[in-house]
């Protein structure tokens, strides 16, 4: 690409002398840019900084210390809700990618048919709708349910967060999809390849790095949740977000800072993954 | 010619897995939802199954205790919704003054740093939302980073109460929902035609008069887009306003939360969320039909 600059030296400058005008330049707007990247980071990592603390208050700093760190893993309550979380996502976004792909090899590279605009509405919805609204939706069948059926196990949490994680895992699945070269496809079918084995040794392989993204976003989603989490869980079924949200209230120690960074921590490698997975090539 | 019915079935046998647990666990229950919103409110919560619209009177009206006749505007839900749509506007307002500048110092870098630039914007996006709002917690309350810093400076003498105020709500919500602003913003000005611009200043346009005529008629659907992605989340936030707003200055999320809580109201409640719903889904109607008439207007 040319160099605008380079571009606008070589123009006439016969009624105004010209400096090297940049036609990309937009005084100030550099520098809001760098305060609005200062500000997005500065908050965590402050709330980074302070988990390493000696001393337990965010308004003086009592050196390096990992006892927050080892407060939070000893602590019973944060252990076992850590492991719901983690639990609960990887089942969530299991079975959401999983139903994800099916649904987009239904619905992508197709013709179009009656319907497919109520099924994108139905995929999308829970993107659309907000959370609390959902939360007191699911609150309310999911009671019904319970006084029916007496059952108050993990599985309203597994099928809310399911639903909730299908469009964010059907996305970028359907995005590759769409980018696939199908003439492979072809080539395999011409080759005689069943229709189950061209899918199985050519469409499926190809489509890996998009359900890998899926199931990611999907999993960093289901360990977001907080609100649909928080009106749909029984007692005793904490995850890590909505045993934070009921400690926010309470005196806050910098074990929450510790908590918190490692939270950050494992969610900043997901989406690292994620970048390099979905980034485009060249 | 007609395709054979038959054709579209093993599509739909494919989409029904998903579809199923989206009618079990996200749009099924928004219809019971709205049938719960027209019953009567049991003791302890829950509902009696008999008609009434009191749920729906009362989100705008209230009763006299001992007249029931005597009927007013019921001024505290007024000054809920209000507060909501005032402080989404704000927000919406304030990404976007800080999200333009932001997009396009990221559309003007070399295209090789440009991927790590948008990085950046993407990574607070996908880190947790609560996590997030304690970060601005732990910055703005009274013993927090500012007010420490201030103090110590000799700024101020006594620590400014930030926390629990309107302003906390408009800062934490404008930090959190920032990257929504910032990526179709960015994805508008990565396809703007630079030389349209260079053309306005051939014809000696000023930087300003560029801006106001060139540019942001270019980059008009990127900013309703992110105007669209802010002000619906800023609408329905709840954790936001909860932990930043505490118990006094109420969202209409927490509005519902209540009823569902110490207020024990459901149908109140289940109005009150398709009332928000309403809202929501007419600020989507609002961006579908700007975007089709943009459209037309191009081909037009």
């Known amino acids: 690409m040319v160099d605008a600059t380079a571009r606008d030296t070589g123009a006439p400058a016969k009624a105004r002398p010209r400096r090297n005008y940049d036609v990309r330049r937009l005084p100030g707007f550099g520098a809001v840019a760098i ?51 983690l639990w609960l996502a990887l089942v969530a976004s299991g079975i959401a990618t999983t139903v994800s792909t099916l649904a987009a090899l239904g619905t992508t590279r197709v013709r179009r048919f009656p319907g497919q605009t109520m099924i994108y509405a139905l995929i ?148 690292t993954v994620f970048f390099l997975l979905t980034r485009k090539r060249g | 010619m007609a395709e054979p019915r038959e054709s579209h079935r093993w599509k739909w046998l494919l989409c029904a897995p998903a579809l199923t647990i989206l009618v079990l666990a996200a749009s099924g229950p928004l219809l019971i939802v709205l049938v719960y919103s027209f019953l009567t409110p049991g003791n302890m919560g829950g509902v009696i199954w008999q008609f009434s619209t009191e749920g729906w009177f009362r989100v705008f009206f209230r009763r006299d205790i001992f007249d029931p006749d005597d009927i007013t505007l019921n001024s505290a839900h007024l000054a809920v919704f209000w ?53 601005i917690q732990e910055l703005i309350r009274n013993s927090g980073t500012i007010n420490t810093v201030l103090l110590w400076a000799g700024v101020i003498d006594a620590p400014i109460q930030m926390l629990f105020t309107e302003f906390a709500i408009l800062i934490g919500m ?26 306005g200043y051939d014809l000696y346009a000023s930087r300003l008069q560029v801006l106001r005529h060139v540019i942001l008629p270019l980059v008009k659907p990127g900013f309703i887009a992110g105007s669209i992605l802010v002000f619906i989340p800023s609408i329905g936030a709840y954790v936001t306003p909860r932990v930043l707003g505490g118990g006094r200055t109420l969202m209409l999320g927490n509005l519902i939360d209540l009823q569902f809580g110490q207020g024990r109201n459901w149908p109140l409640g289940a109005a009150l969320a398709i009332t928000l719903l309403v809202i929501v889904v007419a600020a989507l109607m609002f961006y579908l039909r700007t975007l089709n008439r943009d459209e037309g207007g191009r081909h037009g």
């Not at chain 1, 908050?43 to 760190?69: E, R």
């Open chain 1, 35 to 85: 305060f609005t990247f200062v500000m997005l980071y500065a908050p965590i990592l402050i709330l980074v900084v302070f988990s390493f603390n000696a001393a337990p208050s965010q308004a003086q700093w009592g050196g390096f210390s990992l006892q927050w760190y080892e407060a939070a893993f000893n602590n019973r309550q944060v252990r076992e809700v850590s492991i719901r979380s």
């Open chain 2, 174 to 199: 404008a930090y959190v929902f920032l990257p929504l602003m910032v990526l179709p913003l960015y994805a508008a000005m990565d396809k703007l035609d630079f030389r349209l611009v260079e053309a």
């Open chain 2, 83 to 135: 507060r909501s749509i005032w402080l989404s506007l704000q927000t919406t307002v304030l990404c976007a003054i800080l999200g333009f500048p932001t997009a396009w110092f990221i559309a003007t870098r070399p295209a090789n740093t440009r991927t790590i630039w948008l990085f950046l914007i993407t990574i607070p996006f996908w880190t947790n939302l609560l996590i997030r709002t304690f970060a």
């Open chain 1, 124 to 271: 999308n919805q829970p993107l659309m709708v907000p959370e609390i609204v959902t939360g007191v939706a699911l609150l309310i069948f999911f009671a019904a349910i319970k006084v029916q059926t007496g059952y108050t196990g993990m599985g309203y949490l597994v099928a809310a967060h399911t639903a909730f994680c299908i469009p964010f895992a059907y996305l970028p699945i359907r995005a590759r999809l769409e980018t696939m070269d199908i003439t492979l496809e072809r080539a395999a079918a011409d080759l005689y390849a069943s229709p189950f084995q061209a899918f199985r040794h050519v469409t499926l392989p190809l489509l890996v790095p998009g359900i890998v993204a899926g199931f990611m976003l999907g999993f960093v989603i289901s360990l977001d949740a907080v609100v649909i989490t928080e009106f749909v869980k029984s007692a005793g079924q904490d995850t890590l977000p909505t045993y934070m949200l009921g400690q926010l209230r309470r005196n806050i120690t910098p074990e929450m800072n510790a908590i918190a960074t490692l939270f950050l921590a494992l969610s900043l490698c997901i989406v």
